[in-house]
């Protein structure tokens, strides 16, 4: 397996897959949110929600990505109520068809923070995700993707995450297989050129069509495919500045969940065929 280099995010419209993972929005508080959003499927994720629109003139037009920080909001002080949400994302290169997307093609992909704000009656989802520059965590180890298909590259990954305070080291997020995602491989891409192209404003939900017209359909969407379910720990911790988040999407066939602590601790050197992304709470 091969990286491939960060690629330049300014110009990509970046989106995330809401309830893709069974769980997570129970433990999340978010089941309210949806209760009028109807799928066609139990399994099915919810929709897809925004969380940078390039050229838009609100807050979702600030590129909130980083590798190495989240910024705390502090406008909040302690009652921010934020949580990570590990996941890998994927970056899909973009055909038009008549204004509609008519192809998603994989270029690679990557670790990813989801970092939200808990807010219980927000009008829509991404007015949990953006609230400036550094509140969003990315990897700048990408992984080359050549399909997404059953077999491809990314199958052999899981998602692992912790979380370091005071010193000490908690497992954050579950240790998850991506094959563990409801939807994935092409019904997740047919699920996505779907959402793209009919979503309308409704509920948390927007209208995706007006924001890919907003970013002058771009030639890249980066998708984030949605978070793992958390441990214990994790369900029940806000973060704090000073929290450090070690996030890791990693070749299970050559590597061990024993040795991504190692790592997360310093015994080792970084995992093989590995994204990895650090962040410090700031």
């Not at 091969?2 to 690629?7: D, L």
């Not at 994989?106 to 670790?111: L, Q």
């Not at 984030?224 to 379910?229: D, V």
């Amino acid at each position: 397996m091969s990286q491939i280099p960060y690629p330049k995010l300014e110009a990509v419209l970046c989106l995330g897959v809401a309830g893709n993972f069974a769980g997570h929005l129970e433990q999340a508080g978010e089941t309210p949110d949806f209760v009028n959003v109807k799928t066609q499927h139990a399994s099915a994720p919810k929709g897809l929600f925004p969380y940078y629109i390039p050229n838009h003139s609100g807050f979702l037009g600030q590129d909130p990505l980083s590798s190495t920080q989240i910024t705390y909001p502090k406008q909040l002080a302690d009652n921010a109520h934020l949580q990570a949400e590990p996941e890998v994302c994927v970056l899909f290169n973009v055909t038009y068809q008549n204004g509609l997307v008519s192809t998603l093609k994989p270029e690679g992909f990557a670790a990813f923070n989801d970092c939200s704000i808990r807010k219980p009656g927000a009008k829509k989802i991404s007015e949990k995700k953006n609230w400036g520059a550094d509140t969003k965590g990315i990897s700048s180890q990408f992984i080359a993707l050549s399909q997404f298909a059953k077999g491809c590259e990314l199958d052999a990954f899981n998602i692992a995450s912790f979380l370091k305070r005071e010193g000490k080291i908690h497992a954050y997020g579950k240790d998850s297989s991506v094959l563990t995602y409801s939807y994935f491989h092409q019904q997740l891409i047919e699920w996505i050129i779907d959402k793209l192209n009919t979503q309308e404003d409704f509920g948390p939900l927007e209208n995706l069509r007006e924001h890919i017209q907003t970013a002058n359909q771009p030639q890249q969407i980066l998708i984030s495919l949605g978070a793992t379910t958390y441990t214990e720990f994790g369900e029940n911790l806000f973060l704090q500045p000073g929290d450090e988040l070690f996030f890791y999407v990693y070749d299970h066939t050559k590597n061990t969940p024993q040795a991504i602590l190692d790592h997360v601790n310093g015994k080792t050197p970084p995992p093989i065929n590995s994204s990895v992304l650090h962040q410090i709470i700031k």
